[in-house]
């Protein structure tokens, strides 16, 4: 089973061999409120851990998303142009924004597991 | 004072419920030494009657364009507005309204704003138009800049028949942005030799071409080949269109293929107000939108599933995206919106076509009269409502006498470009539907006079 | 990622309980629903008549136009009826009391339209020649010399056409300005969060970097901060004063030394200027490059969100690159363009647009500031801040205010602490507040507030018209303390329309109309 992690700044990042697939926690949907448009990386970008990657709008808000990781952008969603709302519908799932190869996977020990996390969200 | 409607008691009792002893308390922040103890060296106030009195006298200097023979253009044109445009303007729910922040009690404004946007596209033949930019020169710059954002390079090409006051402006603000800009020489007497050029100029870097038509002194272009030429190269086309009423007779940018019209509406409702307000119309194509300056009005329903309108899009702008806003502007044109609008609406299809008939018509037989003044010289090819000609000797200084005749002849070179020599001897002269009969035969007999 | 969760709820909720009364047109009495010119114009209807054109040699040639441009016209009465129905869905500063802060809705005075409609001023061309138009350039002159006087500084542009424009104007003077010293590594521009997004967006505009500066617990910017952010890359700070919470920056005084014994520049946005005119001066505090709104301070009309003007002064130390065109007085009025001749010092940075600025709002400003006059401009600012001081006074008890519970300028601020708890937002209130008669206050700016509630009345108002603002807002908050919820939840239920689906708006943009298709296309 892939294992998901998270940032601080609620990106998770579910790692798959050497390929993570990147989009926003159930939390972060909640409080950015109706997405309705995400801006996305081209595949073949290269990323920095921390870099701004991708933009999330709602209607009076917008916000960069950073690569949790450092790598390069194999894959962008191509569903949510057409449907940003899928974002907010199944942030988990359907609502990913990008997949990138992971370069470095000593990177990922620096990022919260679910539990560390979710214990996270209990201080704020 | 009749502005102020507190008593002295009012303020007394205010400050009591404050619970201040004067009012300068409240100013308390301001550092003591700061603070003004007299008034400023201005005068006192005055009634109704003085305030007219005075402004009265200083409009009074002034020759007007409806008390002459008028044929000044180059940017800024000269039309009839029909009276109800400027009744409905004033009336104080559109006039005295803020930029429409809580759409459910200004769905007036955002109505007309939908409408507007609706014929600047149709106008333009494009697909989408925004809710106004202040005025075509700074749309114009606006319109540079977003190139750049689309092409993600950061060189201009102007061509050289563009209205200098438009490269100026392009000119300050790529240059304090850092952007390059490549800007042509003007070439009156042979229009096509400016598309040429800048065809020729097209490189890898170049995000944008920026090319006026009717161009600044009046002719005409095709810009399909040239749009092909910018858009193989992967640079945009940027029409600008200084005279609206043109596109009621001419096919428009949009038809050619141009991906941004910029546009000086004054013509449609608005007045000559010595240069502003005035209202720029920017136009562009679909998938451009999210790069597009400015305000965007769009429809949507409200609780009751009720059509409604709204501000959209507004992580592009100032307020929401700060030093990431596709542009800084925040009050734009709104009520000139409006005048333009309520004009265009009670033109038409069938009005606008009539009323760019009757300037072109109007402008051509100025044209054939000129052609029997001796050494006086139409130079365009092509034209709309405004052609240049050539005179023997100072165009400025014909100008000049022939304004102590009683004619506003145009506008001479010399005051766009001051500094190119071969530009001397020519004046851009405009010719709308206010201009008669008389009023040609009043120039062409001015114009004998003072050569 | 940036969390910016500035966002509410931008969906427009649940209709609740429908008209009692429904009626067959969906009209209520005088509010009637107005359907688009597209839908109720024709393309062969005109409203305007005109002759025949002449019968000419087409000029043309093959560009003349063959494609229908599909636009509708209407007549006359149709036209008056369209735009007066528009009008009346409409709220303006005539229709009620409109708080909206930093945008100072004051009473626009019809002499001022009046006036900007003299054919002298109304019907010149910007291009005619400079000998015909002196009374034009007189009046920009007189106006621009009143801007001097009133606020203490040498030199004024006048082309900026709007605030933001004024603000790019300023910081393009200070970009000369350190550009002409040898200065050009200077990129960064320091701006408080609370600032207007203009101050930010316009600097990084001309390629300037912005660096936050902190606002301390009262709600002003302190000298210490700006001292230890003033690295020597740093070129200007951009600061509001009275800043956006509705409070005179106290330590301004030191801030501008401070920025100038850094070599940097003091812009000062001036949108709050109607707060302290005839009170005090920006030029004595130091300040280098300040626009002025003449749409907010001297009142020319906001028209809806425009047209304005942003004159921007300038100090000493910029005054030598005002932009083209400006006016040089001496036996007449000329006008200096490019190319013309310029006195000794004198470096113009370019050109901020075409012509020379807006010559409409200026007639108005000049007319608002002969009509006040020295004494009825310095008494407008005292009545400002005493309205916006009462109503503080006045609601303090029940609302809550971020810096505590000192004297504002201007405009209250309020945040939304005090509705913590009450299932109410500062956007439920605001809608209420509509149901109530009244345009709402500015909500969620400055940023820096949660929740905030930006309350300007301006001077234009009565003791008797703040006395029932004041007691309605009251109503409204106890009624929230309550658990009124459904007076709020999905106000407005008297508006022209209730809350609109910003969320579908933003999603599926709607742009413009598009002419339905036919039915028998649209079913292939
Ligand atoms: C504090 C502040 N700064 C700048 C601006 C921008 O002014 P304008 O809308 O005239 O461009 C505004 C107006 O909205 C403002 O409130």
Redesign the pocket.
């Known amino acids: 089973m892939a294992t998901t992690k998270y940032t601080k700044d609620h990106e998770y990042i579910r790692i798959d061999g050497d390929v993570g697939t990147v989009g926003i926690s159930h939390y972060a949907q909640e409080q950015l409120g109706d997405v309705v448009f995400v801006e996305l990386p081209s595949s073949g970008k290269a990323v920095k851990k921390g870099d701004s990657a991708a933009v999330v709008e709602s209607v009076k808000a917008a916000s960069d998303i950073y690569s949790p990781v450092s790598g390069q952008v194999v894959e962008a969603n191509p569903d949510l142009e057409g449907a940003p709302a899928t974002v907010n519908d199944d942030p988990a799932g359907k609502g990913w924004f990008f997949k990138v190869k992971i370069a470095n996977p000593a990177e990922l020990d620096e990022l919260m597991d679910e539990a560390a996390y979710k214990a996270f969200l209990d201080t704020l | 004072m009749r502005y102020l409607p507190l008593t002295p008691q009012d303020r007394t009792d205010m400050l009591a419920k404050i619970g201040v002893a004067a009012v300068d308390d409240l100013f308390a922040n301001v550092p003591k030494s700061k603070l003004l103890k007299g008034l400023v060296d201005l005068p006192k106030a005055k009634g109704e009657l003085d305030v007219e009195r005075i402004m009265g006298a200083m409009a009074a200097e002034n020759i007007t364009a409806s008390e002459v023979p008028f044929f000044v253009g180059a940017g800024a044109y000269k039309h009839h507005v029909p009276a109800s445009v400027d009744h409905l303007i004033q009336r104080s729910e559109f006039l005295t309204s803020y930029t429409p922040y809580q759409p459910e009690i200004a769905q007036g404004t955002l109505q007309y704003l939908f409408e507007f946007q609706t014929q600047v596209a149709l106008l333009t033949g494009m697909e989408v138009a925004n809710a106004s930019m202040y005025d075509g020169s700074t749309g114009a710059a606006e319109a540079v800049l977003m190139a750049h954002r689309v092409t993600k390079r950061r060189k201009a090409i102007l061509a050289g028949n563009l209205h200098p006051h438009y490269r100026d402006t392009i000119e300050t603000l790529s240059r304090m942005a850092g952007d390059e800009l490549v800007s042509l020489e003007p070439n009156p007497a042979d229009a096509s030799a400016d598309l040429k050029a800048v065809a020729a100029a097209i490189d890898a870097e170049t995000s944008c071409i920026v090319i006026q038509t009717p161009d600044v002194f009046g002719n005409l272009h095709d810009l399909t080949a040239i749009a092909k030429k910018a858009q193989d190269a992967g640079a945009l086309l940027i029409a600008v269109v200084t005279e609206v009423v043109s596109l009621g007779a001419v096919t428009p940018p949009g038809a050619m293929g141009a991906d941004i019209v910029v546009a000086e509406g004054q013509s449609i409702g608005v007045g000559l107000n010595f240069g502003g307000p005035y209202v720029g119309l920017f136009a562009t194509k679909q998938k451009y939108v999210r790069q597009m300056p400015g305000r965007l009005c769009g429809e949507t329903v409200d609780a009751e599933g009720r059509r409604g309108f709204v501000l959209t899009l507004s992580t592009r702008e100032q307020h929401i995206r700060r030093e990431k806003a596709t542009s800084n ?3 734009n044109s709104g009520l000139m919106c409006l005048a333009f609008t309520i004009h265009m609406t009670l033109l038409g299809e069938t009005g606008l076509r009539r009323l760019a008939a009757i300037n072109h018509a109007n402008a051509c037989d100025l044209a054939d009269r000129l052609a029997d003044v001796d050494g006086v010289e139409v130079l365009n090819g092509s034209f709309f409502n405004e052609f240049a000609i050539r005179v023997p000797g100072d165009a400025a200084k014909v100008v000049e006498k022939m304004a102590k005749k009683g004619v506003l002849a145009g506008v001479p070179a010399a005051r766009l470009w001051p500094k190119h020599k071969a530009l001397k001897d020519i004046i851009l002269v405009a010719n709308t539907e206010v201009n008669t009969d008389d009023d040609r035969a009043a120039f062409v007999a001015a114009l004998g006079a003072s050569l | 990622m940036s969390m910016n969760n500035q966002g509410r709820p931008t969906a427009a909720g649940e209709a609740g309980a429908a008209s009692a009364h429904p009626t067959f047109t969906g009209n209520k009495a005088l509010q009637i629903e107005e359907a688009l010119i597209f839908e109720i114009g024709r393309p062969e209807v005109t409203g305007v008549d005109m002759p025949e054109p002449k019968k000419v040699k087409s000029r043309l040639g093959k560009l003349a136009r063959k494609e229908p441009i599909d636009l509708p016209g209407l007549s006359e009465p149709e036209t008056m009826r369209h735009y007066v129905r528009l009008s009346q869905k409409n709220f303006g500063i005539d229709t009620g009391l409109f708080p909206l802060g ?2 100072t809705m004051k009473h626009n005075a019809r002499l001022n339209e009046k006036m900007a409609r003299l054919p002298g001023f109304g019907d010149i061309h910007p291009l005619q020649p400079v000998s015909t138009v002196q009374g034009a350039l007189e009046l920009i002159d007189r106006l621009a010399d009143y801007l001097k006087e009133l606020t203490g500084m040498p030199a004024v542009a006048m082309s900026p056409k ?4 004024g ?1 790019l104007a300023g910081m393009m003077a200070i970009k000369a300005a350190l550009e002409a010293k040898g200065e050009g590594h200077r990129k960064t521009v320091l701006v408080p969060e609370s600032a ?1 997004g ?2 930010p967006a316009t600097a990084a505009l001309i390629g300037f970097e912005v660096k936050a500066v902190p606002a301390q617990a009262d709600g002003t910017v302190h000298v210490s901060d700006v001292k230890a952010a003033l690295t020597p890359d740093v070129a200007a700070i951009m600061l ?1 004063n009275p800043n ?1 919470c509705g409070i005179f920056e106290k330590e301004i005084v030191e801030i501008a030394k401070a920025i100038h014994d850094a070599g940097a520049y003091f812009y000062c ?1 001036g ?2 200027f109607n707060a302290i005119v005839g009170k005090a001066r920006p030029g004595d505090l130091g300040v280098d490059a300040m626009h002025i ?1 003449l ?1 907010k301070t001297f009142s020319t009309p906001h028209g809806g969100g425009g047209p ?1 003007a ?1 004159p921007v002064v300038l100090s000493e130390r910029l005054a030598a690159f005002v932009p083209y065109p400006f006016i040089r007085a001496g036996k007449g009025f000329s006008l200096v363009e490019e190319g013309g001749k310029l006195d000794k010092g004198e470096m113009p940075f370019g050109r901020m647009s075409a012509f020379h600025g807006q010559m409409g709002m200026f007639v108005r400003a000049l007319a608002y500031m002969l009509s006040h006059g020295a004494d009825g401009m310095k008494l407008a600012s005292e009545d400002a801040v005493l309205n916006a001081n009462y109503i503080r006074a006045s609601l303090a008890d029940l609302m809550s205010l971020p810096f505590g519970n000192q004297p504002c300028m201007h405009e209250a601020l309020f945040d939304d602490e005090w509705l913590k708890n009450t299932g109410v937002s500062t956007l439920d209130f605001a809608k209420a507040m509509i149901d109530e008669g009244y345009h709402p206050m500015t909500m969620y700016f400055p940023l820096v507030v949660h929740g905030a509630m930006l309350i300007e009345p301006t001077e234009s108002e009565s003791k008797a018209s703040l006395d029932l603002f004041i007691a309605t807002l009251r109503d409204l908050a106890l009624s929230a303390k309550r658990g009124q919820v459904e007076r709020f939840k999905n106000a407005p239920f008297h508006a022209p329309r209730r809350r609109l689906d910003e969320t579908r708006a933003a999603r599926n943009p709607v742009l413009r109309w598009t002419r339905p298709q036919p039915y028998a296309e649209a079913a292939e």
């Open positions: 502007i925040c009050t | 930093s945008c709007a605030g933001a424009h603000e207007h203009t101050n509001t956006t946005d949108a709050n709104n749409h304005g942003g």
